[in-house]
């Protein structure tokens, strides 16, 4: 036998175990939603992707300053928390130019 075919059988079972999880995997998977929309301001979309991005940094702070000594039900409350101001700030934003541009407009009729 040639040593590079020489197939390990360590490997083989490696590789046949993580065939097997990811086959059991995709059977028992629940489907999951990628990009939830949390709320819609004026015809716009407040998606969790925009929720998570505006959170991640956070997150990352929240547990470096405990020096990852925080409980999963701790760390899942914070996040909940942050989420929460991360959406209604998400909101204020898309709020702020369209009650900028109705005040612009009730001026305008009043300078003329």
Known sequence: MIMSEYKSPRKLSISGVLALFALSISVNAEPQVINQMRAVVNGEPVTQ??????????????????????????????????????????????????????????ETEADL
């Open 49 to 106: 992707l925009e929720v998570d991005a505006a959170v991640s940094s956070q997150i990352q702070v929240y547990v470096m300053e405990r020096q990852g000594k925080v409980t999963k039900t701790q760390l899942k409350k914070e996040i909940s928390s942050m989420e929460e101001r991360a959406l209604e700030d998400l909101i204020d934003r898309k709020l702020i130019p369209v009650s900028y541009t109705h005040l612009r407009a009730h």
